[in-house]
């Protein structure tokens, strides 16, 4: 049977390895939840690529979608103003060239 003073030797130590594990186990779940955080952080990344490729695509579409636009849209401005029978306004019901694309923005 242990006697008083051992038990108090005993002691400081056993509390001194319980401290420590708690310790190593809030490092473990720190560890685990940065992992957690580094995961999130790369697929976000990844969305924002994705997201920002197909900004670029669509910046790409606008603007290569008919380079001879407007050259074509100041010819017929000025032709309107040139014309002696208009009012200097173009004909709005006048159709487009083939070649231009309208997308129908709603």
Known sequence: MATQSEVHQVSPAVSLFQKAHGRMTTLQRIDEQ??????????????LRTIQQLINEEFDRVTKQSPGM?????????????DPNGNGHLNVGEPLPDDVDVEVIS
């Open 34 to 47: 940065m992992n957690a955080l580094l995961d999130q952080r790369r697929k976000i990344q990844e969305e």
């Open 70 to 82: 407007p050259n074509r849209v100041l010819s017929r401005i000025a032709d309107a103003a040139r």
